[in-house]
């Protein structure tokens, strides 16, 4: 498995030609590679500042974002590692606060390539492992690592400890790897999702979570048993009121927070887990207010991000234009949710061809004015007939996203969705680049 990735430095491009390059070896998972890899170049997992894991099927890398924004409103340096990125491979490296620069970044790739000859590692790893000495050699008060995929097997799980763990939503996502037949994991398909996410849990480090059905609640708790970490569950170790404001409480006491600023319900819920993930760590002291400041900043583009005036947006006129990077049933009820309080969309949709097509369609079905498919950018994408069993609507194909809005008719408000990638395209042509 392997990303797509472009730099208009040279510097940057020939090392990500080469990052390209590599794929997963059919048939080998597990993590010696990556801590081989590590070993070549000093095990730089072992020497970065506190870290604040998180794995979760949704949510994630939004709770990484409040995590963030909440350490920075404290005034601490704050390393954060996300994936993936939108537009620019540099998204994924985040150095005291600011994207990771052109020539530090060709260094470090090509360092982890070079150390890696012979191990066939692939992009996930040498991604991981750059990340690793960037943070390791940059001093910080705090590091926000997001997992790639899954939990257990992700190339970051090979960091000895943490300051706190996380699992924000759990759903199905990726069932190829994260439901692959294995001896010694449960069965049941979200009990085993629970497992693979839980497993990032380490020994003696708070492991802090959303409520989950039952099934895949008990998976949550025989995991954190199994590894020795103390499990800090939504319902049972904190909890959190949401209505005009977030009502948070703990054993420690009762805080009242601000909404977010990022819209959708599920924003706040996120925001909550951040909020317990902090409080449920020794590493840094964050005050109420700087939480709230952060809760209130937090940024996370494509994410139900209503795209400003640019390039793009310009061929829809006065309507609104929603950019979201779902593409899974859950992150279709959380868009549903938002746009129930909207006005009815036209949908541009670019899915790739392993995620489900309906997973957008059918919680979004009565609130759909249309139906326009796209590719999704450098990848294999659902064709127009894929769509056409789950909906109703005449499914047309366009081979653009300006091509689409174009022809969209006049009234409507606009949701472009189904891929970070088709949404970091729609960003760079809209000119708003992430930073």
């Known amino acids: 498995m392997k990303d797509f990735a472009i730099s208009e430095n040279p510097a940057v491009q020939a090392q990500l030609d080469r990052l390209g390059a590599l794929s997963l070896p059919s048939g080998r998972l597990g993590l010696d590679t990556v801590r081989e890899l590590c070993a070549r170049l000093g095990d730089p997992q072992n020497a970065l500042p506190p870290v604040f894991h998180v794995a979760g099927t949704n949510g994630k890398g939004s709770t990484c974002s409040y995590l963030r924004y909440m350490l920075e409103a404290e005034g601490l340096t704050v390393h954060s590692a996300t994936k993936p990125h939108l537009v620019r491979y540099n998204e994924r490296i985040r150095i005291a606060g600011k994207l990771i620069e052109d020539d530090l970044l060709a260094a470090l790739l090509k360092e982890v390539l070079d150390a890696g000859?012979?191990?066939?590692?692939?992009?996930?790893?040498?991604?991981?492992?750059?990340t690793f000495l960037a943070y390791a050699r940059h001093p910080a008060d705090a590091c926000v690592i997001e997992t790639g995929l899954g939990g257990r097997l992700d190339a970051t799980n090979v960091m000895p400890t943490a300051a706190v763990c996380g699992i924000a939503t759990l759903g199905f996502d990726h069932e190829a790897f994260l439901l692959a037949p294995e001896e010694g994991v449960p069965t049941e398909?979200?009990?085993r999702i629970a497992f693979e996410k839980a497993s990032i849990a380490?020994?003696?480090?708070?492991?802090?979570?959303?409520?989950?059905?039952?099934?895949?609640a008990d998976s949550v708790a025989e995991t954190a048993v199994c590894i020795g970490a103390p499990l800090i569950m939504r319902g049972r170790g904190w909890d959190a009121l949401i209505d005009s404001t977030i009502h948070y409480r703990d054993e420690q006491g009762d805080l009242t927070l601000p909404l977010p600023a990022l819209p959708g319900e599920h924003q706040a819920e996120n925001a909550a887990l951040a909020v317990a993930m902090i409080?449920?760590?020794?590493?840094?002291?964050?005050?109420?207010?700087?939480?709230?400041?952060?809760?209130?900043?937090?940024?996370?583009?494509?994410?139900?991000q209503r795209l400003g005036v640019g390039p793009l947006t310009a061929l829809a006129g006065e309507r609104t234009v929603w950019l979201d990077g779902g593409h899974n049933p859950d992150a279709g009820r959380a868009i549903a949710r938002h746009l129930a309080s909207q006005p009815p969309v036209h949908l541009i949709m670019g899915m790739l061809a392993n995620k489900d097509p309906s997973a957008i369609l059918k919680p979004l079905a009565d609130r759909a004015l249309s139906l326009s498919v796209v590719p999704a950018p450098g990848h294999d994408a659902h064709?127009?007939?894929d769509f056409a069993p789950f909906t109703s609507l005449p499914v047309r194909s366009y081979a653009t996203v300006p091509e689409a809005l174009a022809a969209l008719p006049p009234e409507g408000d606009v949701l472009i969705v189904g891929s970070l990638y088709l949404a970091g395209e729609v960003l760079r042509l809209n000119n708003e680049i992430p930073d």
């Not at 380490?202 to 895949?216: C, I, N, R």
């Not at 209130?296 to 994410?303: H, S």
Request: aromatic share 6%; hydrophobic share 50%.
């Open 202 to 216: 380490k020994p003696g480090v708070p492991l802090v979570t959303m409520a989950y059905p039952q099934v895949a």
């Open 117 to 130: 000859a012979g191990l066939d590692p692939s992009f996930f790893e040498v991604t991981t492992v750059a």
């Open 279 to 304: 409080r449920h760590q020794t590493a840094v002291s964050v005050s109420l207010a700087a939480m709230g400041k952060g809760i209130v900043d937090a940024r996370w583009p494509a994410r139900l």
């Open 383 to 385: 064709k127009p007939d």
């Open 189 to 191: 398909p979200l009990a």
